[in-house]
């Protein structure tokens, strides 16, 4: 097969199919391009799902593109219509309406799924996850009528939704079972901080809590049974992580493991199905690791290098990971991947709510997490892809912008 012999299949119209779609109709590609989209809106932008859209019952979704882009482009769009199956041998995917597709090169962009709570029953009148528009518009509502708010877990989504619920003034209560929270994603200097102005916020945030169980009566959840005590829930937040949507993938046959498992050109173990996006298990730049990530810098970036593999060019991902968050009055911003082990340094920002921290492995610079400061944020970026390391002491003086050491 020629590498870009029609037709190319996307399924998943979010952030990495969208930015795909754009990556193809730049490269003249568009007229072979077929986008499966589960979701009926056109493809749109999923942070301020969490944040702005929340706040504003007048805030609309963002799409990436107005429709007349796509017809433009010559693409395709299949809304509404959730690709069901695979069949490799004959190389083509069937839609849930019975529209089978056929595919030269087929890119699973199929995104994450909220994780549910375990033996909870599905569709409880005041029991919310935030994944999409569909959740987003439900919790708004949610949100706008709950006298409280109970929020199960202290992640990103989670903390995003707590910020935005207080900023309204409900009392929100947050329940996380790790010692601190943004356990696996922040040092513990900037989770600390994070739990000090969530409290001084209002937000009644536990620690170390077990919930045992739960009382479901009348179509609502009633009761959390949380370190033993019952605790009467009004509305109740899941936001205890995602699952990559890989059912396509493994019923296939592909391999998958905590994510559809892709090289470093982004390709399945089979090489006309690509995976991008929170759906992918990807390796390192570099090395053998594997890791999944969600986040719009590496959606949009895989859809990159995707394009290119799909055109026969051989661009190994090697993209610098980077991620933001805003909950309430803090804007969090990372660049790079956390060490297991290293050392730590704390460089002041403009006030004290406003501060970074450098992670060195030896004398190399390899993260940096900055807490509204997003000058700094933008620089370590400039400086870790360019592989600069100033050393801890002038990096962290203040009264020395970043930007000198790139
Ligand atoms: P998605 O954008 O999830 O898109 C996957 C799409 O595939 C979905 O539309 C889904 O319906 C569709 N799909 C799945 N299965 C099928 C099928 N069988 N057939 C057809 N379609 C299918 N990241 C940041 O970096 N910063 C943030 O501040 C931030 N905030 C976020 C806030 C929220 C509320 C959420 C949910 C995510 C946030 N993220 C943030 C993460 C970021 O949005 C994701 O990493 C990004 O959307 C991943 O893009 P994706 O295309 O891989 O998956």
Redesign the pocket.
């Known amino acids: 097969m020629t590498p870009h012999s029609s037709p190319i299949v996307i ?8 930015q795909l779609c754009g990556a193809l109709a730049e490269a003249g590609l568009g007229a072979q391009v077929h986008l ?4 009926t809106p056109l ?1 749109y ?3 301020p ?3 702005a859209y929340l706040k504003n019952p007048a805030e609309t979704v963002q799409l990436h593109r107005a429709e007349a882009w796509y017809a433009d482009a010559g693409i395709t769009l299949h809304r509404g ?4 199956a695979l069949d490799r041998a004959q190389h083509t995917v069937r839609l849930a309406s019975g529209t089978v597709l056929p595919y030269a090169q087929l890119v699973l ?4 799924r909220a994780r549910g709570l375990h033996g909870l029953p599905d569709g409880l009148a005041n029991v919310a996850v ?3 528009a569909a959740d ?1 518009e439900r919790l708004r509502s949610q949100i706008g009528a709950a006298e409280r708010i109970t929020v199960l877990g202290g992640g ?2 989670g903390l ?1 939704i707590a910020g935005t619920a207080r900023a309204l003034g409900k009392p929100v209560t947050v329940l996380e079972s790790a010692p601190r929270l943004l356990g696996r994603s922040v040092s513990a200097d900037i989770g600390d901080h994070v739990l000090q102005t969530h409290r001084a916020a209002g937000i009644d945030v536990r620690l170390g809590v077990a919930v045992g169980g739960f009382e479901v009566d009348a179509g609502r959840l009633q009761a959390l049974h949380v370190d033993g005590e019952r605790k009467t829930v009004d509305l109740q937040v899941l936001g205890i992580g ?1 699952m990559p ?1 890989e ?2 993938a493994r019923n296939a046959g592909l391999d998958c493991a905590n994510g559809i498992v892709v090289d470093s050109l982004l390709r399945s173990s089979d090489p006309d199905i690509l995976a ?4 992918c298990s990807f390796p390192l730049a570099g090395g053998d690791r594997h890791l999944r ?7 949009n970036d895989q859809a990159r290098t995707a394009a290119a593999t799909l055109q026969g060019k051989e661009q190994p991902y090697a993209a610098l990971p980077w ?4 909950q309430g009055a803090l804007r969090l911003q990372m660049a790079g991947l956390m060490p297991a082990e290293g050392t730590r340094h704390r460089r002041p920002g403009a006030t004290p709510a406003s501060f970074s921290v450098l992670h060195y492995v030896g004398e190399r610079l390899v993260c940096v997490e900055s807490v509204n400061a997003p000058m700094d944020h933008l620089m370590s970026r400039k400086l870790l892809e360019a592989g600069k390391s100033p050393a801890p002491a002038a990096a962290c003086d203040a009264a020395t912008p970043l930007k000198s050491f790139v």
Request: proline letters at 4%.
């Open positions: 399924i998943g119209g979010g952030h990495a199919g969208a499966v989209c589960e979701e493809p932008h999923r942070p799902l969490s944040k219509d959730a690709a069901v962009a199929t995104g994450a935030l994944r999409n987003a990103f989504i995003e995602a949507e059912t396509l991008i996006g929170d759906c990530l969600e986040s719009v810098q590496n959606a991620f933001w968050s805003e």
